[in-house]
């Protein structure tokens, strides 16, 4: 779907409901005028005249048609490429919040047991749901109604500690979807959530165990990274260190291809330096760690692989002092990870240095697969 068929979309349901409003045929006139143009265009006119010949008749049947292309549009905006989400697609048959960046999907099998609950969303690289914000209440509730029936299982659960809820992940229950007087423990043996769709939605615990038959509620939460890289919400950015006994242009031409719009590492505040130095620690071996800052096109005048001038700095003492000998900076690992420049291609004892890398690329919302 085009950005301009969807603003036809958009267009024609402003008239269509302008016109089925009680908005007076000067009203229209000017809604007419405003969408189309100008009345000294010809064409403009004619329709202007087609349309508003006050009568009612001619206006049903225009507003017939009209209702008719507005459900050709919207059929057409259901096969919408994934590329016009802001999110990366759900998988097939799950329902997408961009809101709450998470993937529902029903699980109609019944089962009287949370853990099978449990299993089968697992099974789907998911898990039982968990409800974290009003807006996601809201829209698990929409989603749920509509089913008619009254219990899904939910995530929520006490059964590592009683009364300390936790969602399936393992995470603290925070947000406060409980019923009143829930969750009450009934019989010393309620340590799992339900939606209760006889209260509104609200939660109530339950038997993990019971003889209650329910279908449940699986969830997929967006993450923020692909698989082994790790997320500084800061810069919402994503990194990943690189094990290797690299030159600085294959530490680059590495951390390019492991995905679209990685790179070399760059380093914007103090913060950012620290969280990558936490990250460099665990990485037991190498002389060192690539980033993208160099100036290799023009002596003293540091930039990152973006373009973008290095303005946080975070040198080694007397550094940098390589002259046009030394291009290209890491972290020195001896050094506690300060910053130094270095020769692109650095050896030691004339072999290669041993020097590892650090990728960057932006934080970026997937489903478990990869970014292509
Ligand atoms: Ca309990
Ligand atoms: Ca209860
Ligand atoms: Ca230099
Ligand atoms: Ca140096």
């Known amino acids: 779907m085009k950005m301009r068929e969807f603003l036809w979309i958009i267009l024609f349901f402003s008239v269509f409901n302008k016109l089925k409003g009680n908005a007076n045929i000067d009203d229209h006139l000017t809604l007419f005028d405003s969408i189309f143009g100008t009345p000294d265009d010809e064409e403009v006119q004619g329709n202007k005249m087609h349309l508003c010949s006050c009568d009612t008749s001619k206006l049903e049947e225009k507003m017939t048609n009209m209702e008719k292309t507005i459900q050709r549009l919207s059929e057409l905006t259901i096969g919408m490429s994934v590329e016009e989400y802001t999110l990366r697609n759900c998988p097939q048959g799950w329902v997408v919040s961009e809101k709450t960046e998470s993937c529902y999907k029903i699980i109609e099998d019944r089962t009287t047991n949370w853990e099978t609950a449990n299993k089968t969303c697992v099974s789907l690289n ?8 009003q807006q996601e209440f809201d829209f698990v509730n929409d989603l749920l109604r509509k089913t008619g ?25 925070t947000f406060n979807g409980w019923n009143r007087n829930e969750p009450n423990d009934s019989n010393n043996n309620e340590d799992c959530m339900v939606w ?44 990943k260190t690189l094990k290797g006994n690299l030159y600085w242009k294959e530490a680059r031409a590495a951390c390019e291809s492991m995905a679209k719009d990685s790179s070399l590492a ?8 620290n969280f990558v130095k936490d990250l460099m620690k665990n990485v037991d071996e190498g002389w060192g760690f690539w980033m993208g800052a160099n100036d290799i096109h023009r002596e003293g005048s540091f930039v990152w692989l973006d373009g973008s001038k290095v303005t946080f700095t975070a040198w080694l003492r007397g550094e940098p002092n390589g002259g046009t000998n030394e291009n290209c900076v890491h972290w020195w690992k001896g050094m506690g990870y300060s910053w130094n420049d270095t020769p692109c291609e650095n050896n030691y004892n004339g072999e290669k240095s041993g020097m590892s890398a650090v990728c960057k690329m932006p934080g970026t919302r997937v489903f478990g697969g990869t970014v292509g």
């Open 266 to 273: 760059k380093i914007t505040t103090g913060e950012e330096n």
């Open 196 to 239: 209760w769709g006889y209260a509104n939605g609200k939660w109530n615990d339950s038997a993990c165990k019971g003889r209650a038959n329910r279908k449940s509620l699986c969830k997929i939460q967006a993450t923020r990274c692909l698989e082994g890289w790790s997320y500084y919400p800061a810069t919402d950015s994503c990194f």
């Open 126 to 133: 998911a898990e039982l749901a968990s409800i974290r914000t």
């Open 149 to 173: 029936e009254n219990v899904f299982w939910l995530g929520g659960n006490d059964l590592k500690q009683e009364g300390t809820f936790k969602w399936a992940d393992g995470s603290d229950v």
